[in-house]
Structures are given as structure tokens and as C-alpha cells.
């Protein structure tokens, strides 16, 4: 209490870092001992190399004080204390096989594993794409393109090419990559929690997922569990180049460790998920170059980004399909700036409120 009144007295002129921006809003104490040492196992880098963005579109409506009058009166009071949500019981996948059903019935359809490899475009209109199904190459033309693959590839994908400037913002942007390691453990009930946040940094684990607790559905065979063991890492470093057979091995060690099963023979097997690009990270630089990039991308008339990566913004899926929705009204003729989206929350809540909430 006494660091975060001397926070809340005496806040830190500097606003610019994570560090400094949790630090004024739950001291000093609380930073050190609680979103430090996760924090940095997520990015890779340290607190005060990352920009107080993210922290603000992160912990968007926390406040030490809503934590505390949520611990003792179950208030739900801020999206990150939600108590009660709406879960898909084979998990959130089964949106997207739904919504490909639906375009599909439409006359719509979605044509997956199919890479986009050209962009061509003349002066500020995008023409048409190349794109590549295993040995096939299939050119599609259009009359607008909405775009959620990296930013970065979406540049450099452009013919003829932006200026080097924007391939060389596009060049610095980066990532922040994920794997996860998939454990089948011989126990039906381990722990209650659908996840736990391991901020010890003597544990290279960042995060363990319960899926059954999400949704029983998800685990096909009742007397067992299957957990998530998740590491964040980057493309080629120590964690990422392990074998999937070293990674099982580490995830079932540091579970034991944690006191979390009691011996290593009920692990019973793995398999591990790798995703690059999985965090675009938000690092002293980024600003500037997406700036660049943006200021570019808009010079093209019938062409919008949208999503996570595609604007390199740290949306969850509600912003990602909102920029997604805004985009589409844009062709019917409206006028939204989606880069708006994850920066204004009024902005957020007013559309999903009043336009479909009351529809
Ligand atoms: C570990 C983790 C946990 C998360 N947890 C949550 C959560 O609990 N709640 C939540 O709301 N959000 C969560 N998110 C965020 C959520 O996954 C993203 O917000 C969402 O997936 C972004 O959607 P998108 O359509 O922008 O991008 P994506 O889902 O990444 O889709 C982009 C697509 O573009 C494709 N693509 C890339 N390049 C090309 C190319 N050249 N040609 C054609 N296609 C291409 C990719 O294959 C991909 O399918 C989590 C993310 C991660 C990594």
C-alpha cells in the first residue's frame, strides 16, 4: 500500500514504457512483483523496452482499486476479471467452420491453405492477387481487398514494390513467436483454474491451459486431462529449435517441478503446436515504421487491413472480426477508421451495443 501511495502521490513524469505506465497505477511493489517477470517471459525483452500501448490496450479498465473491490465483493467491474462467458464446447474454431459453412451457402467460398504471393497493383488501385494452392497458381482480380495477413508480408507480396522505406519500416516491425506443448496426463481432476500464469522466472513455461475446464468436450476421455503447456519465444532461439521429443520432456519435467502431477510416467504423450508471429511486439520503434507503413497502405483506394497482424496491433479476436465487420461496411459505402478499433474503447462498445446488441 505504501508503494502504490507514493505511486498514486508521486507518479513518474515519464510515461512512455510499460514499467513507468504500471507503475503509476499499482506502484513499484506490485510491478516488481507481479507483471515484471511475466511480462518479460511473454516479449523477450525487458519492461522497459516495451511501450506503454500495449500495457494500455492490455489492461484496459484495471485499476488496483477494481482489483481489490473485485477479490472481496465479486464485482465485475473490468473485462479482465470477467467471471461468467460464453465458451464453444469444442473450442472457438467451431466460429470459423460455421461462418465457412455459412459464406459457402452463400455462394461465397473460402479457399483455405491457399497462399496470396502477389499483390499487383497499378498506381493506387489493387488489381488482382496470385495465389498458390500446393502445385496450382490461381490469379483472382477483384474490385476491393481486405487484408489480415502480416503486415510485413503484405508489403513485400506488393508489384510492383513501395518505396524502400516502406520495406524497410516493414523490415524492422516484429514478433514475438509461440509454441505450445500439448500433454495427455492419466488424471482426471489437476487443478480447477482453466489456465495459471507462471511468472517464476526459474520456469521457462509461461502459461498452463486446462482444456477441460473450459469445456469438458475437449477432452474426449473423461479420466484423463489434457493441458496446455505454452513457451513464448522468437523463430530460432534456444526454446523454438528443441525437438518436439525435448520439448515434451521439458514441459513434463517443469510439471513436476511445479508440483502440478507427481510423477513423471503420467504424462502419457504430447504433441507440440508451433506459431509464428504470434504477438506483434511493441517495442520503442514500432510506432514510427507502422506510421510509415500505414501512411503508405492508405494511399490505395480500394485496399484495407485488418485484424491482428494485418495492422500490427494488439487486437484480440472481438477487435480483429470488429476491423473485419468495419471493413466490410466501408465497401457498402461508410466511413470508419479502423485504426481506431483497441484505441478508443468508447468506440468499441458503442458499435457493438447499440448496432448489434439492439438489432
Ligand atoms: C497464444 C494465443 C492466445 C490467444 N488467446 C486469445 C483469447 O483468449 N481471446 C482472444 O480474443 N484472442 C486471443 N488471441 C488472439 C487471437 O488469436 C487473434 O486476435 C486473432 O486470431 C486475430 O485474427 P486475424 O484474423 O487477424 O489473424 P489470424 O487468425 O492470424 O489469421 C490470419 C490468417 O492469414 C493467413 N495468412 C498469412 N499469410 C498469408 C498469405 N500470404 N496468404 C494467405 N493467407 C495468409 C494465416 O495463415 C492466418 O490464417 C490469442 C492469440 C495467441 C497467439
Known amino acids: 500500500m505504501a508503494s502504490y501511495s507514493q505511486a498514486r502521490l508521486s507518479p513518474l513524469r515519464e510515461e512512455e514504457n510499460l514499467e513507468q505506465w504500471v507503475i503509476n497505477r499499482f506502484g513499484r511493489r506490485l510491478y516488481e512483483t507481479f507483471f515484471k517477470t511475466y511480462t518479460e517471459k511473454v516479449w523477450g525483452i525487458s519492461c522497459d523496452k516495451i511501450q506503454a500501448d500495449w500495457a494500455a490496450q ?71 492477387i496470385t495465389a498458390q494452392y500446393g502445385e496450382k497458381t490461381i490469379p483472382i482480380s477483384g474490385e476491393n ?22 520495406l524497410a519500416a516493414a523490415g524492422s516491425l516484429k514478433y514475438r513467436d509461440f509454441l505450445l506443448v500439448a500433454l495427455i496426463i492419466d488424471q482426471a481432476e489437476l487443478f480447477p483454474d482453466n489456465w495459471i500464469y507462471i511468472h517464476s522466472p526459474e520456469f521457462q513455461v509461461g502459461r498452463i491451459q486446462n482444456f ?112 473485419g465487420m468495419l471493413a466490410a461496411k466501408n465497401i457498402q459505402g461508410e466511413k470508419h477508421n479502423l485504426w481506431e478499433v483497441n484505441t478508443e474503447r468508447s468506440y468499441y462498445e458503442d458499435f457493438t451495443k447499440q448496432r448489434y446488441h439492439n438489432s
Open 145 to 166: 481487398f481486405i487484408s489480415s495477413m502480416p503486415v510485413t508480408a503484405l508489403v513485400s507480396r506488393l508489384d510492383p514494390p513501395p518505396p524502400k522505406s516502406v
Open 212 to 323: 477441460k475446464n473450459w469445456s469438458a468436450a475437449m477432452v474426449p476421455d473423461s479420466s484423463k486431462t489434457g493441458l496446455g503447456m505454452e513457451y513464448f519465444c522468437s523463430e530460432g532461439d534456444a526454446i523454438w529449435t528443441m525437438s518436439s521429443t525435448e520439448l515434451i520432456n521439458l514441459a513434463s519435467h517443469e510439471l513436476i517441478e511445479l508440483g502440478l502431477i507427481n510423477k513423471l510416467s503420467k504424462v502419457e504423450d504430447g504433441v507440440v503446436i508451433r506459431q509464428p508471429k504470434a504477438y506483434p511486439v511493441y517495442d520503442g520503434e514500432y510506432r514510427q515504421h507502422l506510421q510509415l507503413i500505414q501512411n503508405y497502405l492508405n494511399t490505395f483506394e480500394n485496399l484495407q487491413t485488418v485484424g491482428r497482424n494485418g495492422m500490427h496491433r494488439y487486437n484480440n479476436q472481438d477487435h480483429s472480426m470488429l476491423t
Open 58 to 128: 492490455c489492461i484496459q479498465g484495471m485499476s488496483l482499486q477494481k482489483a481489490v473491490l473485485n477479490a472481496l465483493f465479486s464485482t465485475n467491474n473490468s473485462k479482465s476479471t470477467i467471471k461468467e462467458f460464453y465458451y464453444p464446447v469444442l473450442g472457438p474454431g467451431m466460429m470459423w467452420e460455421r461462418f465457412q459453412e455459412m459464406l459457402e451457402s452463400l455462394g461465397a467460398p473460402v479457399q483455405l491453405n491457399t497462399a496470396v504471393t502477389r499483390i499487383e497493383h497499378e498506381g493506387s488501385r489493387i488489381k488482382g
